[in-house]
Nanobody
Framework: QVQLVESGGGLVQAGGSLRLSCAAS????????MGWFRQAPGKEREFVAV????????SYSDSVKGRFTISRDNAKKTVYLQMNSLKPEDTAVYYC????????????WGQGTQVTVSS
């Protein structure tokens, strides 16, 4: 069992930055692939970024590539999402999620943290 708690959301002006954190509890965090997703009002939840268990491989959606950076600290059981050059269209609830197998669905989800970008 893995529990995930996101933090770091808030209100920021366009062009600003935020860093989201996702703290995990439970064993074997270092063995899980960790992802970030977001859901804007009235829209489907969408993939943002993923980092493999080793931390060496990352992937991003086209909409955030070059602006967002995902990273992890396995000793702290925490995954981060550094968001720079934020745009109003980045406004959403951001969720972190974990999975054991790279080609499986995500097993565990956090409760989400709100990010609002004003123009």
């Amino acid at each position: 069992q893995v529990q995930l708690v996101e933090s770091g959301g808030g209100l920021v002006q366009a062009g600003g930055s935020l860093r989201l954190s996702c703290a995990a509890s439970g064993r074997s965090f270092s063995m899980y692939h960790m992802g970030w997703f977001r859901q804007a009002p009235g829209k489907e939840r969408e993939f943002v970024a993923v980092i493999r268990w080793s931390g060496g491989i990352t992937s991003y959606s086209d909409s955030v590539k070059g602006r967002f950076t995902i990273s992890r600290d396995n000793a702290k059981k925490t995954v981060y999402l550094q968001m720079n050059s934020l745009k109003p269209e980045d406004t959403a609830v951001y969720y972190c999620a974990s999975k054991f197998y790279s080609n499986s669905n995500y097993d565990y989800w956090g409760q989400g943290t709100q990010v609002t970008v004003s123009s």
